[in-house]
């Protein structure tokens, strides 16, 4: 059974950084893309970032392109979302998530992961 963990949320003031970290278990190789999403009160779960399964390729929502940066240390099973500048727009719960088929290159849309963990909340003040 697959099992994604997130940590790393918290409250942080408008400008700040937040790193969010995701380590998954239960597999036995790394060949997986990885993904965050988030959801907002009242929203649709959305995209955010992605990462191939080698850790060449990554993928950007508009909204987060070059604030946000996803990496991977496939070593440590562990998946990255390091956040800055952040604003309050970007508070939410945030998810990692990934798919059930190999040596994906990530995907932006929730259909395309069967995975998720439970879940960090993320609160920007203004």
């Known amino acids: 059974q697959v099992q994604l963990v997130e940590s790393g949320g918290g409250l942080v003031q408008a400008g700040g950084s937040l790193r969010l970290s995701c380590t998954a278990s239960?597999?036995?190789?790394?060949?997986?893309?990885m993904g965050w999403f988030r959801q907002a009160p009242g929203k649709e779960r959305e995209f955010v970032a992605a990462?191939?399964?080698?850790?060449?390729?990554?993928y950007y929502a508009n909204s987060v392109k070059g604030r946000f940066t996803i990496s991977r240390d496939n070593a440590k099973n562990t998946v990255y979302l390091q956040m800055n500048s952040l604003k309050p727009e970007d508070t939410a719960v945030y998810y990692c998530?990934?798919?059930?088929?190999?040596?994906?290159?990530?995907?932006?849309?929730?259909?395309?992961?069967?995975?998720w963990g439970q879940g960090t909340q993320v609160t920007v003040s203004s």
């Open positions: 998530a990934t798919p059930d088929a190999r040596y994906g290159t990530g995907g932006r849309r929730v259909y395309e992961y069967d995975y």
């Open positions: 239960g597999r036995t190789s790394n060949n997986y893309a």
């Open positions: 990462v191939s399964w080698t850790g060449g390729s990554t």
